[in-house]
């Protein structure tokens, strides 16, 4: 339950920074919010079908060899902490070390 808890905050800070950052450069697109609020619903969505199926299945005599709320909940963590440091870094680039930029650069042109 607490893996929900930490994606619900995170992903919280994502929609938080994408304002910020929207009002910042000033671009700030009711379709964009409209679209990304559609991802963040659907990713909520996967988060309770996570906690669905983990308390679900061993009704169904159905057992996985892994914590499918753990895989699920880790992979929106990771992807949401990695929009939030791109957020920060196009609001101020100032507190992202170039390092760590590139490296975020670098993940989402493989992501691609």
Request: glycine share 6%; proline share 3%; net charge positive.
């Amino acid at each position: 339950m607490m893996l929900m808890l930490f994606c619900l905050c995170v992903i919280a800070l994502d929609v938080i920074t994408g304002i910020i950052k929207g009002i910042k450069n000033k671009k700030f697109d009711s379709s964009k919010i409209r679209k990304g609020g559609i991802n963040k619903i659907c990713e909520i969505l996967v988060l309770i079908l996570g906690l669905l199926l983990k308390n679900a299945l061993p009704h169904f005599k159905v057992t996985l060899n892994f914590d499918i709320l753990f895989i699920i909940s880790s992979y929106i963590f990771f992807m949401e902490i990695v929009s939030i440091i791109e957020n920060i870094g196009e609001i101020n680039d100032k507190l992202i070390p170039p390092k760590i930029k590139e490296t975020f650069k670098k993940l989402k042109k493989e992501g691609e």
